[in-house]
């Protein structure tokens, strides 16, 4: 069974930083790309950020580019997202996700919540 | 980036009703369209996938249709457990990109 659960999350201060983890579990992670998606409070949700199974390309949304940097470690089947300069508009849940070629996001984790407050 | 308009924002309708949800790109997306179900407090969970396959598990009372710019998730006989919000994603380009929602309710 796919599981994956991501921690990390909490209460920041606009400017400051946080690193998110997600550990997978049930399948080869080595062998998939893995993605973040956020999700504002009573919100759309907002793809961030991929990473290829190899972590030979990363693309990132607009929103986020230059701030958030996606990483793994094939070791470990752990993904991160290491974000900085966070901003209120950062406020989400951020879920880790695996994308299924064709099929989209057919795996998901509970999610961590992030809030930037001062 | 590819636009998806989700519509309508809300719904609300009576136990065995059937209703649709309608997406809309900004340019064909080829079929590469996801349908996902998002009840309170949960993470959103895969309904239809390449715009109308039923993902595994998923109740047959769900489906979805359309092509190029045009998608549509159905909900026949609609049951309690329905209520949740509806999201539409294409994944025919990066970035990929959601519906902004719309929210079920039973009447």
């Known amino acids: 069974e796919v599981q994956l659960v991501e921690s990390g999350g909490g209460l920041v201060k606009p400017g400051s930083s946080l690193k998110l983890s997600c550990v997978a579990s049930?399948?080869?992670?080595?062998?998939?790309?893995m993605h973040w998606i956020r999700q504002a409070p009573k919100k759309g949700l907002e793809w961030i950020a991929l990473i290829y199974y190899d972590s030979s390309n990363k693309y990132y949304a607009d929103s986020v580019k230059g701030r958030f940097t996606i990483s793994r470690d094939n070791s470990k089947n752990t993904l991160y997202l290491e974000m900085n300069s966070l901003r209120s508009e950062d406020t989400a849940m951020y879920y880790c996700?695996?994308?299924?070629?064709?099929?989209?996001?057919?795996?998901w984790g509970q999610g961590t919540l992030v809030t930037v407050s001062s | 980036d590819i636009q998806m308009t989700q519509s309508p924002a809300s719904l609300s309708a009576s136990l065995g009703e059937t209703v649709t949800i309608e997406c809309r790109a900004s340019e064909d997306i080829y079929n590469g369209l996801a349908w996902y179900q998002q009840k309170p407090g949960k993470s959103p969970q895969l309904l239809i996938y390449n715009a109308n396959s039923l993902h595994t598990g998923v109740p047959s009372r769900f489906s979805g249709s359309g092509s190029g710019t045009q998608y549509s998730l159905k909900i026949n006989s609609l049951q309690s457990e329905d209520v949740a919000s509806y999201f539409c994603?294409?994944?025919?380009?990066?970035?990929?990109?959601f519906g902004s929602g719309t929210k079920l309710e039973i009447k």
């Open positions: 994603q294409q994944y025919y380009d990066y970035p990929f990109t």
């Open positions: 049930g399948f080869t992670f080595s062998s998939y790309g």
């Open positions: 996700a695996k994308y299924v070629t064709a099929h989209g996001f057919a795996y």
